[in-house]
């Protein structure tokens, strides 16, 4: 079965970055998987939490509940502090990661873009960058030795994108996002199953109402950049993040 990997900062992103293609692959017979860095305490709306661990409780089941509505196999939040990932230890945090790429044996991974996405959250740059090199790292027998016994082996993922837009917000820090070169459409369900796992996310409800009115007027898209490629090419219009694998 092929296999999607997704990388995001915090609960939320995987709906509202990434929900329609991880529920568009699901339901085309693709294993997918979410792994999500922190589990996003350092929140301004924290739906009447009293303590970070209770919020952290709260943002996970959040998660879990957006992940099943999304039809994603397994999805995992880790422990990173939200809002540090620029102070993390770059070479500790990309072999944990790189642990999972070599178990999880994607076939593409997808993350946000090291810009930092729309809203330009350090988090989100950062989360592009440890899970570029945790990508590019899991497929060398050279790096993370350690983790090469009992049969684990290197990973090669086939294709790394980050997902884009064709639009910024002008009240946000300046991004340079990069080009669009890869088109996932999603039917009209599928938008609506997206809208709705980020709703699974109540703690963070004063944000929906952006949110929703954001995501329609986007409209059906959801837009990729092609970051690497396993096999050396051209970048082409794609329509398809799985387009040329043959697993
Ligand atoms: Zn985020």
């Not at 076939?107 to 590019?136: K, N, R, Y």
């Not at 060398?140 to 090469?148: A, G, V």
């Not at 995501?215 to 219009?237: D, M, N, Q, Y």
Request: charged share 25%; glycine share 6%; with cysteine.
């Amino acid at each position: 079965m092929p296999r999607l990997l997704c990388f995001t900062a915090h609960p939320d992103d995987e709906a509202g970055g990434f929900g329609g293609t991880l529920l568009h692959y699901a339901e085309r017979g693709i294993e997918t998987h979410v792994i999500c860095l922190t589990s996003g305490t350092a929140a301004t709306h924290r739906g009447g939490a009293k303590t970070a661990d209770e919020l952290a409780a709260m943002r996970r089941k959040e998660f879990a509940e957006s992940c099943k509505l999304l039809k994603v196999a397994q999805g995992t939040v880790l422990d990173f502090e939200d809002g540090k990932l620029d102070q993390v230890d770059f070479y500790s945090v990309v072999s944990d990661l790189a642990l999972r790429v070599r178990e999880i044996r994607p076939d593409v991974i997808i993350t946000m873009g090291p810009e930092g996405a729309i809203t330009a959250h350090p988090d989100h740059s950062m989360v592009s960058i440890l899970a570029t090199m945790a990508c590019h790292w899991a497929g060398r027998s050279n790096r993370f030795t350690d983790q090469l016994q009992n049969d684990l082996k290197p990973h090669q993922t086939k294709k790394l994108y980050y997902g884009t837009t064709l639009f910024t917000m002008p009240d946000r820090q300046p991004v340079s996002l990069p080009p669009s070169s890869a088109v996932i459409e999603l039917t009209q369900r599928e938008l609506e199953v997206k809208i709705a796992a980020f709703k699974c996310h109540t703690s963070q409800a004063p944000l929906f109402p952006f949110f929703e009115e954001t995501v329609r007027k986007r409209g059906r898209l959801e837009l990729f950049h092609l970051a690497a490629a396993s096999t050396p090419r051209k970048i082409e219009a794609e329509t398809d993040l799985f387009a040329g694998i043959n697993s």
